[in-house]
């Protein structure tokens, strides 16, 4: 993983928030990249494919709350 300044990359931790309509979430001590030059911090593609589902899965359940309805239908299950 580089970054797009061409800075050294350190291991470390860093938290990430996201807001929508209904919710915001704060996720803290994330293993993350922090860049040496331009302080630009990157996670890893694992990471945020993980942080996506979450925020996917509590986006869908929120709606469900919000509304009422189910968010799935039973056939999937």
């Given at each position: ?64 709350i ?12």
């Open positions: 993983m580089e970054c797009k300044c061409g800075g050294a990359l350190i291991d470390g931790k860093s938290s990430y928030s996201v807001s929508k309509k209904y919710f915001s979430l704060i996720f803290e001590d994330i293993p993350a990249f922090k860049c040496t030059r331009c302080d630009k911090v990157l996670f890893d593609e694992e990471v945020v494919d993980k942080i996506q589902k979450l925020v996917n899965r509590v986006e869908r359940d929120v709606k469900e919000v509304s009422g309805a189910p968010s799935t239908n039973l056939y999937d299950y």
